[in-house]
């Protein structure tokens, strides 16, 4: 929050390459109530109303652009919460929003993403499913979104035709090789160890040819033998004291 009270004000001066875009950040709040319900305990089929936090960081995500070509100006986000506080159902609208209705902002007619994939990556794909299963729940209780998308169970995807974009799961058993994804959203990164790095990496890293790719990091904290969510954080800590 200080970081940002403090780029708004830097943003006033013409050399700062970053400016925050009201009308963007404030649909992708609104998408979440006006396409979204939820679809489990006590508020299930009740749109999803983001909690005045989640508020600030899907405004946050989405509403900062770079001003030279308006891509976004965040490449990674380290979502990190105590357990039950909305997790999953949150990263799971994070992937309808970015995978089917993210404008490209190379494209003049302000089209979605063409292609944009999603991957949901875990240390195990009973993790991954997790979200997943969200996912395709959030899906069913849409009927704006059901329409304009195809669930093929078997192949734990779900596609947007019109974009030829698409969610899918992957587990740290498989090669991440050869991904190029618009959107990442690594489960429980606490869980990962060092073992874990080389997938860890090439998930980080394998969307750089996109123009704005993002990477959300959701995870409940870890502990000292949590190599790579110690990592993370550390690094996240450092972002915002401008030690990196």
Request: aromatic share 12%.
């Amino acid at each position: 929050c200080e970081r940002h009270k403090r780029d708004m004000e830097r943003a006033e001066s013409k050399e700062f390459p970053f400016y925050f875009d009201w009308a963007v950040a404030e649909g992708a709040i609104e998408f979440f109530p006006s396409m979204l319900k939820h679809s489990t305990g006590e508020l299930l089929g009740q749109p999803f109303h983001l909690e005045p936090w989640q508020m600030f960081g899907v405004g946050s995500i989405y509403g900062w652009k770079r001003v030279d070509d308006g891509g976004r100006r965040f490449k990674r986000v380290l979502w990190m919460m105590g357990r039950k506080n909305g997790k999953t159902t949150l990263g799971a609208g994070i992937c309808l929003l970015t995978t089917g209705f993210d404008p490209n902002p190379l494209c003049p007619q302000r089209l979605p993403e063409s292609r944009a994939h999603c991957i949901i990556a875990a240390t195990k794909i009973d993790q991954a499913h997790v979200m997943f299963d969200e996912i395709v729940r959030m899906r069913a209780q849409s009927e704006f979104i059901n329409d304009r998308t195809k669930f093929l169970k078997s192949q734990n995807r779900i596609e947007f035709p019109a974009s030829d974009s698409d969610i899918k799961i992957i587990d740290s058993t498989r090669s991440a090789d050869g991904y190029n994804p618009h959107l990442v959203c690594l489960d429980e990164v606490h869980a990962y160890t060092k073992t874990h790095e080389e997938f860890y990496s090439t998930m980080m890293t394998g969307g750089g040819a996109r123009v704005q790719p993002l990477v959300c990091t959701f995870t409940t904290a870890g502990d000292d033998t949590s190599f790579i969510w110690l990592e993370e954080y550390k690094f996240a800590k450092g972002v915002l004291s401008g030690d990196f």
